[in-house]
């Protein structure tokens, strides 16, 4: 019976430290929406124009347009209004896709660039990991050398450089790969690789160093001293703490993905949601600006989230 109060009581205690943890997390990402509401809103307003000065309407349908949207009354009213209908559910309706909700609009593209931006997520971590063990095991090698001298072209070069040389290179002229759209596997490949290009060398240089920093630890020597083959030794014991690194840098990765395939999504004609956002800022659609804006928020709070529990799961002496 004692040793069942025991149990129970630290059942407790742990769950309560999760749940403190949660309840703060919570209390943080409220605030973190907030404030991005917030600078958002009042930022977009400062930028001169307007989203029908654009279309050459004239003054009067302007003036129209403006009072059918609310857009003429003063800004900290439009600011209230746009708190007190987010707490409704309800983003706005587009100015430029008239008929659709943000909300409508970001359910029905995101799911592409959540594809594109999962499948380049999944290829940095296949590519980098590998490469970055076999980069600390060939340490001062040639092998070392030629990994990291593309590491470090790859963090250098911007998306946006690599997307446009693929599309001339090999999309116009050497005619290999489909160039516009997400129509066949095929029309991944170059979006896929752009994406993934800076992700997975800064994964493959995190892993290098972690690998390098673990390789002289007693835990490693006890483990080859009773006879594990180096395979053994470096997936079962070596691996799990060089992964920590990969997973601090796991939440602004895939952030940084999603948010990094604006341009490439522009580029390579891709109906995702980045486009759509692009084209919103351009087209000064304040809504779906805000709508955009507040939902990709929400997915670096959610990815951070997630990041701090796999440190849990990776590392069971870390404590919330």
């Known amino acids: 019976m004692g040793w069942q109060i025991i149990s129970l009581a630290g059942t407790i205690i742990g769950g309560g430290g999760l749940f403190r943890f949660l309840s ?14 917030t600078a958002t809103f009042f930022l977009m307003f400062l930028v001169p124009g307007g989203p029908f000065l654009s279309e050459r309407n004239s003054p009067q349908v302007v ?14 009213i439009q600011y209230k209004n746009y708190v007190v209908n987010i707490f409704k559910g309800d983003l706005g309706d587009s100015f430029k896709r008239r008929g659709y909700s943000v909300l409508e609009l970001i359910t029905e593209k995101f799911p592409v660039s959540a594809k594109l931006g999962g499948l380049a997520i999944l290829a940095a971590l296949l590519l980098g990991v590998p490469a970055g063990i076999l980069a600390a095991y060939n340490r001062n ?39 516009l759209g997400l129509e066949t596997p095929k029309h991944f490949i170059m979006p896929m690789f752009a994406l993934s290009l800076s992700p997975t060398c800064n994964i493959t240089r995190y892993v290098r160093s972690s690998v390098l920093d673990i390789q002289g630890q007693d835990y490693l020597k006890t483990a ?25 840098y796991l939440g602004p990765m895939i952030t940084g993905v999603l948010t990094g ?18 084209d919103s800022i351009s087209g000064r659609d304040y809504p779906m600006i805000m709508g955009t804006t507040i939902f990709f928020a929400a997915l670096l709070i959610i990815a951070n989230l997630l990041v701090d529990i796999l440190y849990k799961i990776v590392d069971p002496r870390i404590t919330y």
């Open 63 to 76: 003036e129209s347009m403006n009072r059918k949207y609310g857009l003429d009354k003063p800004v900290y």
């Open 224 to 248: 080859r001293a009773k006879g594990l083959s180096e395979q053994v030794v470096m997936i079962k014991h070596a691996l799990r703490n060089a992964l920590i690194p990969v997973i601090t």
């Open 141 to 179: 090698t040639v092998i070392d050398r030629i990994i990291m001298a593309w590491c470090t072209l790859g963090i250098a070069l911007p998306s946006f450089i690599v997307s446009t040389a693929l599309l001339y290179i090999i999309g116009m002229n050497l005619k290999l790969l489909p160039t």
């Open 261 to 278: 395939s604006f341009v490439i999504e522009k580029i390579f004609s891709i109906p995702g949601l980045g486009k759509y956002f692009v």
């Open 24 to 37: 703060m997390r919570l209390i943080s990402a409220v605030l973190t929406l907030f404030v991005v509401v």
